[in-house]
């Protein structure tokens, strides 16, 4: 990487008054009562730059999250609380007491080309807080321009802001590891992407943003002791158990390779597409981040690429396990630096990327059993597992919903999942084939029915659910969102009166295309 060259790193003054300014005002004590922690704020100004948002004017809460704010410990009501101030506060307005909101710098590969100083161009971290569940980060997401801006506005569209805040609570909500999305405010400032959109701030929640170009960052301008500290950092708060490692970095490195593998076939098993898999958008703690042109499958495409801006198909749905072992490779090559000698070096990072091979299908084999309703391990389940995807795949039947009604299986009277295909006789002969392996572990089919429908949703974020939530808000419908955000919640009840959000898309569906502005 280091043949490409450095770009020059510009840091200028604060834009408007710091958070520590804020907290001396009078009113500190009707502020939000909140434990403020800052730990990466403490690492210097090499990491970051500090600034204050800029507010969304006449701002409206769009969506909260009571899951998300239960996490954090808030009460049910602290959307509602004047002194909490929170759509003030959440929209941009004004600082909490006791943050120290930042914007931090990184670098990374995007499209597997090196594109230099990146940085959150439109996220501004308020600072760390305690919570019941450790310590948690809060973030503004479309809050303003920051110096990693890139020509940029720094602002998020209502659109992409209620993607992303629906998306990051249902794969929570899916058992997928995930960052947060506590809220979503609104306002009619005009921002111009294809089109002239309307403004939106979504606040994510995560005990860490840290991304694999965090590190791609340091190690590329040769900045060997702030990537150390760097790496003190994470260690110290989110890998302790790497410290006493007879070697701490290839112990890191191993840890967050196997976070990822095991992430990469969550994915894969649920039928989601991340859709632009940048080294920026890789958290170090195995999190799915960054919800931009995301899709989950309709019909099983293995080919799918649900980014239309991704001409080359590189973040293709079936091409993520690969991609996220590249990104890992991208890491190891940042730590390189602090590992010793350069080939003692090599061999420990290819070591502890090692993992992948076999922890990425081995997770994934897993998942596919249990999706199959199968208790015990057999030789011949991998072959049973890949001829029912290619059986998908073949008549591009909905991914969701076979794997779901797979759970009502009967070999007696297979009526429901088998009227799914279009070669009937194709899937006749593998239902045989399932059958048997059943009958051999002496599977009772009540029983097999709840296990399976308790890892194959019958609800996830399809585009056109999200879209009608859009649509919804446009109009000035708000509640359209919090309606199906209490679908995505509960995905594997059966929630008889929502029945409608798990039908077939629609065939307008079809045409809905996003984009890295999603």
């Known amino acids: 990487m280091n043949d490409v060259p450095a770009p020059v790193l510009d840091r200028p003054a604060v834009l408007t008054a710091t958070a520590t300014d804020a907290a001396t005002r009078p009113d500190e004590a009707a502020a939000a009562p909140l434990r403020w922690l800052n730990t990466y704020a403490a690492l210097g100004d090499a990491f970051s730059t500090r600034l204050a948002a800029q507010a969304l004017p006449e701002p409206q809460w769009v969506a909260t999250s009571e899951s998300c704010a239960a996490l954090l410990g808030w009460p049910a009501d602290w959307a509602d609380r004047p002194a909490w101030r929170a759509l003030e506060v959440l929209s941009g307005g004004a600082p909490w007491p006791g943050s120290e909101p930042l914007a931090t710098v990184y670098s990374g590969h995007q499209f597997g080309v090196w594109a230099g100083q990146l940085g959150d161009g439109r996220a501004l971290l308020l600072g760390e807080v305690a919570s019941p569940a450790g310590p948690m980060e809060l973030q503004l997401k479309g809050s303003g321009p920051t110096p990693y801006s890139r020509m940029g506005d720094g602002r998020a569209v209502l659109r992409s802001s209620i993607r992303e805040f629906l998306c990051s609570e249902a794969m929570h909500h899916l058992g ?268 009772v089919d009540a029983e097999r029915a709840l296990r399976m429908k308790r890892v194959n949703p019958k609800y996830v974020l399809r585009n056109h659910l999200a879209e009608n939530a859009i649509r919804a808000a446009d109009g000035g419908d708000y509640g359209a969102t919090e309606r199906l955000l209490k679908v995505l919640e509960r995905p594997f009840d059966e929630q008889p009166e929502r029945s409608a959000y798990a039908d077939f898309p629609p065939d307008w569906a079809q045409h809905l295309e996003v984009s890295c502005s999603s």
């Open 176 to 443: 997928i590891p995930t960052t947060r999305a506590l809220a979503v405010t609104g306002s009619a400032l005009p921002v111009r992407r294809e089109s002239i959109e309307t403004a939106a701030v979504v606040t994510r929640v995560a005990p860490s943003f840290l991304r694999f170009g965090h590190f791609e960052h340091f190690a590329h301008h040769g900045l060997h002791g702030e990537l150390a500290r760097l790496v003190d950092f994470v260690i110290d708060r989110h890998y302790p158990e790497c410290r006493d490692a007879a070697n701490p970095l290839a112990a890191l490195l191993g840890q967050v390779t196997r976070r990822t593998a095991t992430l990469m076939a969550d994915w894969q098993a649920v039928g989601f597409c991340h859709g632009v898999m940048n080294t920026d958008n890789m958290s170090v703690l195995g999190l799915t981040i960054d919800y931009g042109p995301f899709g989950f499958l309709d019909g099983f495409d293995p080919g799918h690429v649900c980014n239309h801006s991704d001409h080359q198909g590189r973040y293709a749905f079936a091409r993520q396990p690969n991609v996220g072992l590249w990104n890992l490779h991208a890491l190891a090559q940042a730590l390189l630096p602090l590992m010793g000698q350069a080939e003692a070096a090599s061999e420990a990072a290819l070591e502890a990327l090692e993992p992948y091979r076999s922890v990425f299908p081995a997770a994934l084999s897993a998942r596919l059993r249990a999706k199959l309703g199968l208790v015990a391990e057999h030789d011949a389940d991998q072959a049973l597992i890949d001829d029912w995807l290619t059986l998908l795949a073949a008549g591009r039947t909905d991914y969701t919903l076979a794997w779901r009604r797979l759970a009502d299986f009967d070999a007696a009277d297979a009526g429901p999942v088998r009227d799914l295909f279009i070669d009937r006789a194709a899937f006749d002969a593998w239902a045989l084939r399932y059958a048997a392996r059943l009958a051999a572990e002496q599977s």
